[in-house]
């Protein structure tokens, strides 16, 4: 129901499915997708966070588009946290 959707997304938690780029269940950090009956809840990902606060900026300071944020962040060498282990 909608009231518990809300319930979920109140106490930081996501109800199944992929987990929001920028945060990983704090149950089980290298997982990117959460299961049904899961009760952990979000935490930031320090890499994923860096990368969302690039888009931002170039979105927001520089008024950017998808395109072109995709395209600043491959040049400035700020690949997918989640196929980069690295980060």
Do not use: C, W
Request: no cysteine.
């Amino acid at each position: 129901t909608q009231a518990a959707l809300a319930q979920v997304a109140r106490e930081g938690r996501v109800r199944s499915g992929r987990i929001p780029f920028g945060y990983r269940s704090s149950a089980h950090p290298r997982r990117t997708t959460s299961v049904a009956g899961d009760r952990s809840r979000l935490v930031p990902h320090t890499g994923e966070q860096r990368v969302l606060a690039r888009m931002l900026q170039l979105r927001i300071g520089d008024e950017f588009g998808p395109r072109r944020i995709a395209k600043a962040l491959n040049a400035e060498g700020l690949t997918n946290p989640r196929t980069d282990p690295g980060l």
